[in-house]
């Protein structure tokens, strides 16, 4: 049994406009599974379905052989799935900290639980450490991505979704994040990333599929897909 | 000289209660974007409700205030159900239904209160027994003092809890955020529940602190409520301290007008600086978030 099943999904966000078109797509446990596609594809709007935020029009999401398509976003990362929005979404006044413990909240238990859990983070990412007081806002963009992946895990998640965690930064911080996403895989975490950077997301992954336009046009591991004379031209730029 | 002293002091007192109603209403704006403006209409049915406890059903004081301003968080629980729940919690920022619910809710309260307790002003039991403190030459009564005391301490209590608590921080991230709030294990619906608790109790609050200072009657919410919700506007609408000094802001410069103007000017002092601050500074003194949300 998958991890994470998704049978014949469609989804939007008006009734009767359907953004995603009859999705299947599978993440195995210990999986980095990347789904690449171009702007306005669909690649966000997958992620949130997954985690409550779009209700489906049809089709199944099934984590750990369990329907969660009823369930509200709050209830979905309880159960171990943990999305990382496009676009930070830090609590801009609030401290590092402070939104670091935050992320804790779904684990409903005491300060001192969370906060050994704060101290693991720091260890994976030290520059948070040093920011700890700082407000969100204040952090460079390659801190906050960092910060809202590291909110991301305090809620001690099995499947972790990753919304184009590269975006806005610098090639050099890019290959960190990467880098790290590959060092999450080795944590432990499966991963289901979505990018644009086809090159880069398909290369870490176990498994990929191509999203256009809301239709997985293409699937297969990771390597495969960077062969393909389709994806080459398309999103490779060769 | 000590006149001004005097009426300065007199002002802190109305102030305070004008502070405490503008951060009933700032931190209910603030997750749900819902401007309370039946606030002192549930200040003034929470009152009435202590009244009846302590005169007609002879429940102690301390009892029958506790006992009310639970019926005032209630109240406001039920309200944010009424308002809420015709709309969802999604775009509220853009929707304005709650703007005639509220009304309504309003008109309510008010016939509510005629028909229960009577269209006549009563007098408030004094719970606070009728003395004055003097402090140098200036004179208060208890009762001023007594709301200084409660309105400073609800203050500090509100701050501790934004600053040092993991619900405050939980409201202010409803607030800024509520997808990504979502996403980490926070119901936004059951944070926006508090926001409205924590409103009613302050309701409930201010409306006993001010029972002995006016009368009790039906319409004893409107005016303070109006004012109230000024101060919130002039410190910017979802700041908490920007709402205090608004209302303290307030409080003073009526009590001062006081000492040249008759007393029926006073509400046009608070609603004229509010409009010669907002044209100078549309978010108010503190503000910033309307500009972010609109
Ligand atoms: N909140 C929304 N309401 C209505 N339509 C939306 C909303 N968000 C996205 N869409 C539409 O859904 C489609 C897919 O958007 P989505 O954000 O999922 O694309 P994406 O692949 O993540 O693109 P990008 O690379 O730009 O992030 C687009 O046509 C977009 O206009
Ligand atoms: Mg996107």
């Known amino acids: 049994m998958a991890l994470l099943d998704i049978n014949n999904l469609f989804a939007g966000y008006e009734p009767g406009v359907p953004v995603l078109k009859n999705i299947s797509l599978s993440v195995e446990e210990g999986e980095i599974v990347s789904v690449i596609g171009s702007n306005g594809a669909g690649k966000s709007t997958l992620l949130k379905t997954i985690a409550g935020l779009v209700k489906p029009f049809s089709g199944e999401i099934r984590y750990r052989g369990e329907s969660i398509v009823r369930l509200p976003p709050y209830q979905i990362v309880k159960r171990g799935i943990s999305l990382v929005p496009e676009g930070r979404q830090l609590f801009s006044d609030l401290t590092v900290y402070q939104n670091l413990f935050l992320g804790g909240y779904s684990l409903k238990t005491n300060k001192s639980k969370i906060e050994e859990e704060i101290r693991e983070k720091e260890k994976l990412f030290p520059i948070l450490k040093e920011r700890r007081t700082q407000r969100a806002s204040t952090l460079s963009g390659g801190e906050q991505q960092m910060l809202t992946i590291a909110r991301g895990l305090m809620s001690k998640p099995k499947l972790l979704l990753l919304d184009e965690p590269s975006l806005g930064l610098a090639p050099k911080i890019i290959q960190e994040v990467f880098q790290l996403v590959k060092e999450l895989k080795k944590m432990g975490y499966s991963i289901l990333l979505v990018e644009q950077l086809a090159n880069q997301a398909l290369h870490i992954a176990d498994k990929g599929y191509v999203l256009e336009q809301g239709k997985i046009i293409l699937s297969g591991s990771g390597e495969e897909l960077r062969k393909d004379p389709n994806v080459k031209e398309a999103y490779l730029g060769v | ?294």
């Open chain 2, 1 to 294: 000289m000590s006149d001004i002293i005097q009426s300065l002091a007199a002002g802190l007192a109305m102030g305070a209660i004008y502070a405490l109603i503008a951060l009933g209403i700032n931190i209910i704006f603030s997750t749900s974007s819902i401007v309370n403006f039946a606030f002192g209409d549930l200040a003034m049915i929470s009152t009435f409700i202590s009244f009846s406890l302590m005169s007609t059903f002879h429940v102690p004081p301390v009892l029958a205030v506790l006992l009310s301003i639970a019926a005032g968080m209630a109240i406001s629980l039920l309200m944010q159900v009424v308002v809420i729940r015709p709309i969802g919690i999604h775009n509220l920022e853009n929707r304005f239904e709650w703007l005639l619910i509220l009304l309504g809710i309003s008109i309510i309260f008010k016939n509510l209160a005629r028909i229960i307790w009577g269209p006549r002003p009563r007098a408030y039991p004094n719970i606070f027994n009728d003395s004055n403190v003097t402090i140098g030459n200036v004179h208060l009564s208890t009762q001023e003092l007594w709301i200084l005391i409660v309105a400073i301490a609800i203050m500090v209590i509100i701050e501790w809890m934004n600053r040092s608590t993991r619900l405050g921080w939980a409201i202010q991230a409803t607030s800024m955020n509520k997808e990504a709030a979502s996403l980490i294990g926070i119901n936004p619906l059951r944070i926006i529940s508090y926001t409205f608790l924590i409103g009613g109790g302050l309701a409930a609050v201010t409306g006993i602190l001010i029972g002995p200072v006016t009368f009790l009657s039906p319409e004893m919410g409107t005016m303070v409520g109006l004012k109230g919700f000024s101060a919130a506007l002039l410190g910017g609408v979802g700041s908490p301290r920007g709402g205090i000094a608004g209302g303290f802001m307030i409080g003073i410069c009526e009590a001062l007008a006081s000492l040249f103007l008759p007393a029926d000017y006073a509400p046009a002092i608070a609603f004229g600086i509010l409009i010669l601050v907002l044209l100078i500074k549309p978010t108010g003194l503190f503000g910033r978030t309307i500009i972010e949300k609109v």
